[in-house]
């Protein structure tokens, strides 16, 4: 009898370290393919302010079909059209992939949340193919539509990116929770950096669009700036070994200073270049780049933002942990 | 709490649709408008204005077009630079006058049969300003050997963009509403610019290389004549015609004048700071 029980939980213990072995591997696969479909994002982002930047984004007069095909002839792929069609194709190449993504986690992954993700982020890339769609075929409205194209092409790249992150080594490996002392917490200022990244894009996407002028997308670099370098500030101070935390907040602090210099260059070379009869360099590249390392310290800040509520927890009046957060709830 | 973000997402979505979907269609009223109107009868007493537009100062020296994302461009092209301000022996090109007030908008106007050419040639816009009457056939050719999108942006007139493959047949227009001026350009060749100004009547011109310009058949009658430049802005003055006048009415512009023209509204989406 004493047996049974024993053999049993042997058993189970067992059964439990090979299926944590199998749903870490499966995972870590997901996971490289989940980094694998955020570079694809990544270079369809730059793909995408490379029609904006050249002024392409009415070239191609159709769609889903590109001059009435699916693959453009060679006598096509001329002028603006190699922009336009080139993002078309990444376009393509990013929704069959995360459709592989969310097919893979659907079967995959144990974790209910993580595959309702992976689905999410592929109804994302849908969405945001329709949007394309609709910016061409109704030009009128184009600056009305081109700002959600934008904002949803960064969250949709966001979702990605936390995939990668909930799937990743670092995040099933168990930790100890330590407590997020301070106030703000540094889960609290993460995630309103993280949102405040996300305003700063839409505001710059509305300024490229000619939604509006620049002012807010000045305004909003300052507040942005601020929140990331404070919140790098908290996390070398409060967390100054847990390299978990210290390093994606290094990268966002480099990253925002390089965003600042960049956004400071692509404006006057966008100055300098208003008598230009075409979008000519340097403007294009600088802008691109902006935009660019505009979506990396997203990324950055979302991967710490997560870590961030892995590795910490709340500090209730009596000094001891306090129940798990909404989000902590949620996903760990 | 993912099924809640998930569900706000797709809410905020549908109601971005839903709210470009209810966005009113550009009303096309401008032919009902000249239906209501009554038609104008001529007396025999019409009159004639003319002039010329001057170009005060050094010109600009038109900026280098890289035309060589498109090979064919790069080898049909003839002039390879920036033909927005054009001047010869002091005179200014590609001005476009037209006569408002004075009874002009109180009469319909027999549109012409023949239509309006608007060449792609030598992947450039040729004229690149030009005038139009309501409803009156905008013909647009592609005499080039590579394909171009023709799309103007009009605020008050449908918007199209349509792609033109070499050899391919003239795309005929009409715009049924005035409109000063819209804006065309050519969505695979950046620097291909041209505009077009629509009105309800035919008392308009467009300076040529000279400077000249000439406005036949103007109705006897006081008017603001309004000269539009697309770089060097707009102006204006008073002039009555008599009776079987010829009337003179020159302009000139100055270098450095402003670069942004009254009756072109480049207008944002939202109005912020």
Known sequence: ???????????????????????????????????????????????????????????????????????????HFV??????????????????????????????????????????????????????????????????????????????????????????????????????????SLRTLSAITVAAVLVQLVLGAGFRHQAFGIAPHIVGAVAVASLIIWTSVVVFRRHKGDAYLTRPARLAAILVVLQLGLGIAAYFARLASAGDPQP???????????????ALTLATMIVLTLRSHKALAALNVTGNRAPASPVRRAII | MLRKVGTICVMLTLALFLIIAGCKKKPEKGAEDTKSKPEYKSKGDEGTITGKIAFDGTPPV?????????????????????????????????????????????????????????????????????????QQTLKIVNSDPTTHNIHPSPKLNPEFNQSQPQGAPPIEKKFNRKEILIPVKCNQHPWMKANI????????????????????????????????????????????????????????????AAAAPASMEIAPTLVLP
């Open chain 1, 79 to 184: 002028a603006n059209v190699r922009y336009e069609y080139s993002h078309r194709f990444l376009a393509g190449i990013v929704g069959v992939t995360t459709l592989l993504l969310a097919v893979w986690a659907w079967f995959a992954e144990r974790r209910a949340w993580v595959r309702k993700l992976a689905l999410l982020a592929f109804a994302g890339v849908v969405a945001q193919a329709i949007i394309g769609g609709v910016r061409v075929h109704f030009p009128e409205y184009k600056a009305l539509i081109a700002v959600p194209h934008a904002l949803v092409a960064q969250s949709f790249f966001g979702a990605v990116v936390a995939i990668a992150v909930f799937t990743s080594r670092g995040w099933l490996a168990q930790r100890e929770v330590r407590l997020d002392a301070g106030n703000p």
């Open chain 2, 197 to 256: 100004a629509v009105l309800d009547h035919p008392y308009f011109a467009v300076s040529a290389k000279d400077g000249s310009y000439t406005i036949k058949n103007v109705p006897p009658g006081t008017y603001t004549i309004v000269f539009w430049h697309e770089t060097l802005g707009e102006q204006t003055a008073s002039i009555t015609v008599a009776a079987k006048e010829s009337k003179t009415q020159d302009m000139t512009y100055k270098a450095g």
């Open chain 2, 62 to 134: 038109g900026k280098k077009i890289d035309m060589s994302q498109d090979a064919q461009c790069a080898s049909a092209a003839t002039d390879k630079t920036v033909d927005d301000i054009v001047v010869t022996d002091g005179k200014l090109q590609n001005v476009f006058v037209y006569v408002k007030g004075g009874g002009v908008e109180k009469f319909s106007y027999d549109v012409p049969s023949d239509p309006v050419v608007l060449d792609q040639q030598g992947c450039r816009y040729h004229p690149r300003v030009m005038g139009i009457q309501t």
């Open chain 1, 1 to 75: 009898m004493n047996d049974r029980p024993a053999s049993t939980s042997r058993q189970r213990s067992l059964k439990d370290q090979v299926g944590n072995r199998e749903t870490v591997k499966s995972n870590l696969g997901i996971h490289r393919f989940a980094i694998t479909v955020a570079c694809l994002t990544v270079v369809l982002l730059a793909a995408g302010a490379l029609v904006t930047s050249n002024e392409a984004g009415d070239s191609v007069p159709d769609w889903p079909l590109s001059f009435g095909r699916w693959l453009v002839s060679k006598d």
């Open chain 1, 280 to 294: 000519l360099e340097p403007m294009i590249s600088l802008t691109v780049a902006h935009l660019m390392v505009g």
